[in-house]
């Protein structure tokens, strides 16, 4: 992509009504627009990095087993009456009446739907495990949406549901979520700490909330040391393992009583990107989704549910990986993996360099920026350091006359001259 | 993908409710699930149809230099107001009241949005021309929803926003998209018929729709037969050309003054998938997008929208290609390209072959859907031309011992005997 054909607003100052830094940075970078409070606009830099996310969450729950479908956003009020959440559902729930006064409500979660795809087609326990997810924009009407992406009222949650015959089953479909989940955290680069939580308003038994570390995190988290030698890649990551090893938040952490000796405990700041609820028949029962199971009765599904805050991601992302610059994408989410600085447009010899360049990583499928405006050095310099690619590449008149280009880790500052054909290996396969 | 895994509720008899027959051959091949009057959940296998078509739409967009972004599907009214349109708009709107009584309302389109975040952030002229596009959930409360995906109340469409100096560029844009409509429904194997049309709430100068022709289609459409001549990939498809040839829905079409000659007249039937619209200053005025000209005098930027029925595809589709047995999907928005048949999973030989079959098909990348489940070949068989994949490949104990299984275009039905090695061959590359 080149810039002077795209669309990348920045910012020398972030606007005043942001309070965190993720927040000022996807301003400042021309990644999100507020349409209303609690509501964005993904310009195109936040959208890429959004699809990135949204792609690796999708990937590892393919893996997982799960199958994606997707869910309307408007859902009937009747649905949430048969699981007793109409009532239940407090303000947050963004409840509407259509023209024939029919009472609807955009979801803030679906597992009533879900559940009323499942009591529809499935009857036998043959049919079963099952996990249906989708990654669908919900609705929270918070009473005072802020921090940007991470607590909006319009967000994009990946949501899973799992249906097993019994206990041990819908016990395998947890701990196969959890191991996902994990999994997809480490991608992105983050450091994931899973936690006993509370099931809150969609109710159960057994929780987990994933807290990911980053020093600007919402609340303090203590952990095993532990966790930051697992191989989060060994196929036979064990989910029981993982929940042995203490962490804990702020206000359940007890020094006195914490069983992991100081010198293994760790402490850090978290910030919830998702959230895992084992439930049973909460929904089913209620709901009439049964299954007739080897022994020919008919018995209500064991459920689960698994979310993720994909638009969260994008902010919590920022949090982890920032510096007084601007943010320092993983690779793995990068909006463009290299951003290649023509530093001297006016120059047809650098020009020729960064074009062939340009036209070279784009043949070998490498995402690459093209900064091709006329502007001075410094901009786009700081442009680039904003907006955080990887991989900075700057051709400018003196390297072009001795062959060569300077590139740049955003993420260790360090810079290393090389010829375009080294540049390009360095890129390929 | 297994079908033991997956989860495809296919149904003997469509429900009654359905109408046409794309709606039903959606509920039989349990692509979708109506979950209130006009909002259905898009079950595994229409998601991925879904999502098949959105991916040709988003890469003629991209190829045609437009830049996705994604604004959100709840908006705030006063935007509305400010271009006159929230009074103006009737009862399709979906109006809301958040909890603090603000008037918010659920997006049918998005041209306030897209100018509030154009006015915010260009300037000049050197930014131009400038085209963002989106692919949303939309919704549009439609008094009487109907034929299942086609007329929806909650529905996926993408929508690009050209913005350009004067009307030249305008016109330069709007020939852009004109020419990438064309080019998109090529791909999607329709013929697309682009008319005249009048501009509605959305207002504006000029407009054109794309009806796509099926037998099924909800009117008559009278048109040149050099439009099935057009190679749609040509470089430099003109678009003069393609608008100077006639094209007419049936209130207009007069054949006493039809300009083509009798021989070169043809006439079907379309459905409408498509609508741009070139409409000026009528947005940009109100809501004060102005940019500085080279000559330094701000003006109004000249806009146009232009819209694709994303969802509303996916059955357009099947109105167009199905026969008396079932969908018949091209190969480009097939959720699976071959269907392959395990016919006898009890025997070993058999399921050997289909096994690897599976297996290597999926290594190479090609999607397949392997029918591994117990039940009899004409089960298997008459799901196969249900849910309409290009290709099956049928694998049973005869055809293994002599080497060979048998493969199926489920166009046009012939059949053929191949070897396992020649049939991984046609599908390498």
């Known amino acids: 992509m080149r810039l002077s054909r795209y669309f990348l607003p920045v910012l020398k100052e972030a606007p005043a009504e942001a309070e965190i830094v993720s927040h000022k940075l996807m301003l400042r970078a021309g990644m999100i627009q507020q349409l209303s409070a609690g509501i964005y606009s993904w310009l195109p830099l936040g959208f890429a990095v959004l699809k990135k996310v949204e792609q690796i969450v999708r990937e590892e729950m393919n893996a997982a087993g799960a199958i994606e479908i997707l869910m309307p956003t408007i859902q009937p009020a009747d649905l949430w009456r048969e699981s007793g959440r109409y009532e239940a559902y407090g303000k947050e729930m963004l409840r509407i009446k259509d023209r024939h006064e029919r009472e609807m409500l955009y979801g803030p979660t679906n597992e009533e739907n879900v559940t009323d795809i499942f009591r529809r087609h499935v009857r036998s326990y043959r049919q079963l495990p099952l996990n249906l997810y989708h990654i669908q924009w919900k609705f929270r009407d918070e009473i005072r949406p802020r921090f940007g992406v991470m607590r909006g009222r319009e967000f994009l949650m ?16 947890y701990d196969n979520m959890f191991v996902a989940y994990l999994r ?90 998702g959230h895992i609820f084992y439930f049973g028949t909460k929904y089913s029962k209620p709901m009439g989704a049964v299954v007739m199971g080897p022994d020919g009765t008919e018995v209500p599904v064991e459920m689960g549910s698994y979310g993720i805050g994909v638009s969260r991601l994008v902010g919590a992302l920022i949090e982890a990986f920032h510096d007084e610059k601007g943010i320092i994408w993983p690779e793995s989410v990068a909006p463009f993996r290299i951003g290649l600085v023509n530093l001297r447009p006016d120059d047809a010899a650098t020009t020729a360099m960064a074009e062939e360049l340009y036209m070279r990583f784009t043949a070998m499928g490498v995402d690459v920026l093209l900064d091709d405006r006329d ?51 360095r890129f390929a396969g």
């Not at 990946?158 to 479909?173: H, I, P, T």
């Not at 310099?381 to 051709?395: E, K, N, R, S, Y």
Request: hydrophobic share 35%.
């Open 184 to 273: 997809a955290f480490k991608r992105m680069g983050l450091t994931a700490i899973p936690m006993q939580a509370e099931t809150g308003p969609i109710g159960g038994n057994m929780s987990h909330e994933f807290q990911i570390l980053a020093q600007t995190g919402e609340s303090a988290v203590y952990y095993d040391a532990a966790f930051e030698q697992i191989d989060f890649n060994a196929p036979d990551l064990d989910p029981e393992m993982l929940r042995s090893l203490y962490a804990a938040a702020d206000e359940k952490h007890d020094p006195a009583s914490c069983p992991v000796p100081p010198e293994r405990l760790r402490s850090g700041r978290g910030i919830e990107v």
């Open 375 to 425: 502007e001075r050095a410094g901009v786009k310099f700081a442009t680039m350091d904003l907006i955080g690619l990887p991989w900075q590449v700057t051709v400018g008149p003196r390297g072009v006359k001795e062959d060569k280009v300077e590139i740049k880790s955003r993420r260790t500052g360090e810079r290393e001259e090389v010829t375009p054909v080294e540049l390009l290996e």
């Open 158 to 173: 990946k949501d899973a549901y799992s249906f097993d015959l019994d206990y041990e089953g819908a016990k395998r479909s």
